[in-house]
């Protein structure tokens, strides 16, 4: 089901981008084809989404971790909490610091 939602997605972002090649994404196309105020509107419901989502993946880890090696009571929250302040520390690195991290967190991931 995700596939029915996310690859037309990713193809229309792709043919924006290369037909208007301007930084803020899917908010900046929206605020061009509609105004500033639907734009807004689309940029506050997309940081929503993308904050509900980012808030799977301390949980995903730490059950990761947690299967891996059984530990004490904190460490499952000190694990979340380093998760969540190296995701944004790349973050606030701008996007050529959030790129290298996805690529190391990519390949760490795909290592046999």
């Given at each position: 089901?995700?596939?029915?939602?996310?690859?037309?997605?990713?193809?229309?972002?792709?043919?924006l981008a290369?037909?208007?090649?301007?930084?803020?994404?899917?908010?900046?196309?929206?605020?061009?084809?509609?105004?500033?105020?639907?734009?807004?509107?689309?940029?506050?419901?997309?940081?929503?989404v993308v904050?509900?989502?980012?808030?799977?993946?301390?949980?995903?880890?730490?059950?990761?971790?947690?299967?891996?090696?059984?530990?004490?009571?904190?460490?499952?929250?000190?694990?979340?909490?380093?998760?969540?302040l190296a995701?944004?520390?790349?973050?606030?690195?701008?996007?050529?610091?959030?790129?290298?991290?996805?690529?190391?967190?990519?390949?760490?991931?795909?290592?046999?």
């Amino acid at each position: 089901m995700p596939l029915l939602f996310c690859v037309p997605v990713a193809l229309i972002t792709a043919e924006l981008a290369g037909m208007h090649p301007v930084s803020g994404g899917q908010a900046a196309f929206v605020e061009r084809a509609f105004g500033a105020g639907v734009g807004l509107q689309n940029a506050c419901w997309v940081l929503l989404v993308v904050l509900a989502d980012a808030s799977i993946y301390p949980q995903l880890g730490e059950a990761y971790a947690r299967e891996l090696v059984p530990s004490n009571r904190w460490a499952p929250v000190a694990l979340k909490v380093a998760m969540v302040l190296a995701t944004a520390a790349a973050h606030a690195g701008g996007a050529s610091a959030t790129e290298r991290a996805s690529a190391v967190v990519g390949a760490s991931v795909l290592w046999p």
